[in-house]
């Protein structure tokens, strides 16, 4: 039989579970809202945690990377992520959709994080 856990332990666990679970829900959701994703890729990406959190990252990259920009240079920048966008969203074509966007984001995120 086991021990009735502390209520000092139960005190300390408690919290870092709602965190926990607060943060894998935070994770699950991309960075658009989906109520509003009409796009095959955009739906996927609001139904599958892997790729929401890709999307999360991608875009506080992108945003980190846009403050440290010159303002001379960020329209080029707006232009590539907006190309970059067009041709994640052209994975509806592929045969295997959800390996091709994840490939997509992971391309991405390499080069935003070599700049």
Not at 40 to 61: F, G, W, Y
Not at 75 to 81: I, N, V, Y
Not at 101 to 113: F, T
Request: hydrophobic share 40%.
């Amino acid at each position: 039989m086991t021990k009735p856990m502390p209520k000092t332990m139960s005190a300390v666990l408690a919290p870092i579970a709602v965190g926990l679970l607060a943060s894998s829900a935070w994770a699950a959701t991309p960075s658009f809202d989906c109520a509003k994703a009409s796009h095959e890729v955009e739906l996927l990406i609001c139904k599958d945690a892997a790729l929401a959190e890709m999307d999360h990252t991608l875009n506080s990259l992108y945003h980190t990377l846009m403050k440290h920009t010159p303002a001379s240079r960020q329209g080029t920048l707006k232009a590539e992520q907006r190309g970059w966008v067009k041709g994640r969203n052209d994975c509806w074509k592929a045969s295997d959709m959800r390996g091709c966007v994840a490939s997509e984001y992971q391309a991405r995120i390499a080069e935003l994080k070599d700049r």
